[in-house]
């Protein structure tokens, strides 16, 4: 479980874009929701531990991230994979992407090939694993960034508007996915798209201006919100 | 003549570049942890690298010849007067041309590279490794710019090298040395080599920078 209590944070001065922020992740699918600039993107990477709170805990496993050693702190970033909005490839090639995270936990080159073509069988990508990733459509790339971050098997799961420039059966690939993975994970998904990711949520939040202005479970979520958000 | 022009020429070509890469040495991890830092102070720091890179390279000379004179406080190693002081010199001329440069280089890729090294698990070194195989044909050109810097100063060169024949003279402390006699011929031979090995060193770095 992810944590975050009393988060405050600004990446200028005192200009809060998060204000006093109380949400947990459990286990199953959290999906954000809110306008541009509401602060999706700032609070999955507070939770992702990539930035550090101006004022509040951040705890994982009931452990506060930010009082541990280095050490300790890799060890529990590997438990956590955050997918960009934007998203960014490495040079070389897709499958040389796709297992960075594998090799630098120790995964022989072979093993995490293995796990690779594994995973881009399902994400529908193995036509691509060669190419090199400057001459990725836009969507590709997506598809790429998600395939390096599920290929870690991480117990927490942040994906950053993961189906946004996807063709509508493509969204429904990635959506499925993220639905058999419900069980055994925390995900958190910040989204546009309430209707592709609604039916699998188990939890909304929605966000304005930096504060959470509802939490609840999909099914109580108002037409409204999803009308105006 | 023409040995000696050779000499010269080969001369200073590996004193830039080795000052070229003692430079790189240490503001390659200098600038990496200067970009990690958080603070205001991040600003003030880079802006006094940015207003070193026109320091007077007479100056620096200066400082260093007063360093390495031989009363001076490291007189003792005996540097002055040798190629290995012009390398120095030339490296910490360079220094701030080459932080300020690789700073862009490194913010733009620090913004994006950092945390997605951490976030797919690596450690800070893994990360500086990633994020250095990323930029490093960046790197190379500012190699290449910092390096025709170095070769085409004369202050350093002059100062602590002494322009000994066979030994510290280079191209522009010769073609000074030449201009000074009289000699234009070989002043002018000397200039036109020097112009050939910046110019293609600039060209080089553009390609490379319009392929990346
Ligand atoms: N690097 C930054 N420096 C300064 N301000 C920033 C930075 N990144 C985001 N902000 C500001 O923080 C606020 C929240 O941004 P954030 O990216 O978290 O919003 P978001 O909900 O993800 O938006 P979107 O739906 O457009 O992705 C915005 O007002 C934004 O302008
Ligand atoms: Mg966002």
Redesign the pocket.
Same mark, same amino acid.
């Given at each position: 479980m992810i944590v975050l209590r009393n988060i405050w944070f600004s990446? /200028?001065d005192e200009?809060y /874009?998060l204000k006093n922020i109380n949400i947990e992740f459990s286990r199953g699918i959290t999906v954000v929701l809110?306008?541009?600039?509401?602060?999706?993107?700032? #609070?999955l990477?507070i939770a992702s531990c990539l930035y550090k709170p101006i004022r509040g805990e951040v705890l994982i496993d009931d452990i506060n991230y930010w009082n541990l050693n280095e050490e300790e702190k890799i060890r529990f970033r590997r438990k956590i994979v955050y997918v960009h909005?934007k998203p960014i490839l490495l040079r070389g090639s897709v499958l040389d992407n796709i297992i960075y995270g594998l090799i630098i936990r120790g995964y022989s080159r072979d093993e995490a090939i293995k796990k690779a073509h594994k995973i881009s069988k399902e994400l529908n990508i193995t036509s691509i694993l060669s190419r090199r990733t400057e001459t990725l459509s836009i969507g590709e790339r997506r598809l790429v960034t998600l395939a390096r971050a599920l290929v870690l098997d991480t117990d927490y799961l942040l994906l950053?508007?993961p189906i946004a420039h996807l063709h509508p059966s493509t969204r429904e690939l990635v959506v499925d996915i993220v639905r058999s993975m419900k069980d055994e994970k925390v995900i958190a998904i910040?989204t546009?798209d309430p209707l592709s990711t609604l039916k699998i949520a188990s939890k909304v939040i929605i #966000?304005d201006s930096?504060r959470i202005v509802n939490i609840s479970e999909p099914r109580n979520i108002i037409d409204k919100y999803i009308l105006e958000y | 003549m023409y040995t000696e022009i050779y000499g010269i020429a080969l001369r200073s070509l590996l004193i830039s570049s080795t000052a070229t890469l003692l430079a790189l040495v240490w503001s390659i991890p200098f600038t990496a942890k200067l970009i990690s830092i958080r603070h205001r102070s991040k600003d003030i720091i880079i802006g006094i690298f940015n207003t070193l890179i026109g320091l007077p390279t007479v100056l620096v000379g200066l400082v260093l010849y007063l360093l390495f004179s031989y009363s001076g406080p490291l007189g003792f190693l005996e540097l002055l007067y040798t190629p290995y002081t012009i390398i120095i010199g030339e490296s910490i001329l360079i220094t701030p041309l080459v932080i300020s440069l690789l700073y862009e280089v490194f913010s733009r890729a620090y913004n994006e590279y950092w945390e997605l090294a951490l976030t797919l698990g690596a450690d800070k070194l893994q990360a500086y490794k990633l994020i250095i195989r990323e930029v490093i044909s960046d790197i190379f050109v500012v190699s290449l710019i910092s390096f025709s810097r170095a070769i085409g100063e004369l202050g350093v060169a002059l100062i602590v090298g002494g322009n000994i024949k066979g030994y510290t003279r280079v191209f522009t402390t010769a073609i000074a040395l030449e201009i000074e006699k009289g000699e234009f011929e070989t002043a002018i031979i000397l200039g036109l080599l020097l112009f050939i090995v910046v110019l293609s060193v600039i060209l080089t770095a553009r390609i490379i920078k319009r392929r990346v």
């Open positions: 990446y /200028v200009n /874009v809110g306008p541009n600039g509401s602060g999706k993107t700032t #609070l990477k909005e950053d508007d910040a546009h #966000l930096g | -």
